[in-house]
């Protein structure tokens, strides 16, 4: 009736309960035609299975947000067993190199620098493998080239120089903790691999030392254009003492992968040893 208080069930204009079975719009529903469900009623709902779900749910995300919170300290705690050290330490490093070789970009350059930034040559360490010089005979001295070549044998020094020289102004990285300016000469890697119709699909480089250090590359790395075959330093012809002959510059990995006194290059889809630190647990891609 009009003027009669709002009440759940009736209609306001006529007072009349409401049928609702009749035909009424809700948020453009019609009621009457919303399809009547198949199959078994549904059941009442428990009260005591609800609380019982929420709990165990509730107690599954605490449960992962503490196990994630315990996870550094159970790492470190797997550390501290003996037997689990090195597998741990080899799947680390493993994937550290596997990541780092995804985030390398072949045509991202190191930074380069002044002269004036310059290391002076008499400042600059000398750090050895084995020996500070192994003793080759310049005269004699070549690089045997094996592996997926066109062109595998014995190359002169002059072969390498007869290539394009660059000469650039980088930055040396020790694994110890020190680090240089110098200004290192010499031809590209990449250059010296077109010479001798390397495989371009073979995916290292290996190298032997004069004074039985090796290495390897992948291929990115070799033919990145600031890796080089450098027999220059200060623009002068490299000393015995910084691996003359020959020996890698790579400003883009730290320096025990830059092997001096050359004496074996060799392109190849498999690596039977990997480097001679790397052998010891270091990590082989060592990106800058």
């Known amino acids: 009736m009009p003027g009669a208080p709002h009440q759940k069930g009736y209609d306001s204009q006529t007072g009349q309960r409401r049928n609702f079975g009749q035909s009424r719009e809700s948020h453009g529903c019609n009621v009457s035609e919303v399809p009547e469900r198949k199959g078994k009623p549904m059941k009442d709902s428990d009260p ?21 919170k315990l996870a550094p300290v159970l790492a470190l705690g797997a550390f501290a067993i003996p037997g689990l050290q090195e597998g741990l330490l080899k799947k680390g490093l493993g994937f550290s190199d596997w990541a780092s070789a995804r985030l390398f970009r072949s045509g991202h350059l190191a930074p380069t620098f002044d002269n004036a930034d310059l290391t002076p040559p008499a400042k600059f360490p000398i750090n050895g493998y084995d020996v500070d010089d192994p003793g080759v005979v310049f005269e004699n001295w070549t690089l045997t080239v094996s592996g997926e070549v066109k062109k595998p ?20 990285i020790c694994v110890e903790g020190w680090d240089v300016i110098g200004r290192f000469g010499g031809a590209r ?21 004069a004074d039985d250090y090796y290495e390897s590359l992948d291929m990115a790395t070799a033919l990145h254009p600031q890796t080089l075959l450098c027999y220059e330093m200060y623009e002068r012809p490299l000393s015995r003492q910084h691996g003359a002959p020959l020996r890698l510059q790579i400003p883009t990995k730290i320096g025990y992968k830059q092997a001096k006194y050359l004496t074996d290059l060799k392109v190849t889809h498999v690596l039977d040893r990997v480097g001679y630190w790397e052998d010891q647990g270091y990590s082989w891609f060592y990106g800058l």
């Open 153 to 172: 044998g014995e190359y002169k020094l002059a072969q390498v120089q007869a290539l394009p020289r660059y000469r650039q102004n980088t930055r040396h």
């Open 48 to 68: 005591k299975l609800s609380i019982r779900q929420i709990g165990e749910k509730k107690f599954r995300q605490n449960s992962r947000r503490e196990l994630l």
């Open 189 to 209: 890697l990449s250059d010296f691999l077109t010479m001798i119709g390397a495989d371009p699909t073979a995916r290292y480089i290996t190298v032997n030392c």
